[in-house]
C-alpha cells in the first residue's frame, strides 16, 4: 500500500529554516519523481519543487528558488525539503507528491512563518 507521510512543520520567524520530510512506504522513492507542493488559505495547492527518478535532477518554483532543497534519502526511503530564509508568503500546508501509475499525496503539514 502506498503511503506518503509528512513531518517537519511548525511555527517560525521570518527569516528562519525548517526541514520538511516525507517518509515514503509501499514503493521505493528512489525510482519515481517526487515533488513537494504547497496550499495557502484561500489560493490553489502551488507546486514547489521536484526531484526526479533519473539523473537526481532538481527543479524550483520561482518563489523559492536559492532558498529550497528538495534531496533524497535512500536508507528512510525519503524525500526532504529544506527552508532557508522563510517568508511569510512562504506559510502554507506543504504536501508530498509520488508519480507513480498515478500520483499519490500525503496528508500535509503545516508551515506557519511569523513573528
Known amino acids: 500500500q502506498v503511503q506518503l507521510v509528512e513531518s517537519g512543520g511548525g511555527l517560525v520567524h521570518p527569516g528562519g529554516s525548517l526541514r520538511l520530510s516525507c517518509v515514503a512506504s509501499?514503493?521505493?522513492?528512489?525510482?519515481?519523481?517526487m515533488n513537494w507542493f504547497r496550499q495557502a488559505p484561500g489560493k490553489d495547492r502551488e507546486w514547489v519543487a521536484t526531484i526526479t527518478d533519473i539523473r537526481i535532477r532538481t527543479n524550483y518554483a520561482d518563489s523559492v528558488k536559492g532558498r529550497f532543497t528538495i534531496s533524497r534519502d535512500s536508507g528512510r526511503n525519503a524525500v526532504y525539503l529544506q527552508m532557508k530564509s522563510l517568508k511569510p508568503e512562504d506559510t502554507a500546508v506543504y504536501y508530498c507528491?509520488?508519480?507513480?501509475?498515478?500520483?499519490?499525496w500525503g496528508q500535509g503539514t503545516q508551515v506557519t512563518v511569523s513573528s
Open positions: 507528491k509520488a508519480k507513480l501509475w498515478r500520483d499519490f
Open positions: 509501499g514503493f521505493s522513492a528512489d525510482n519515481y519523481e
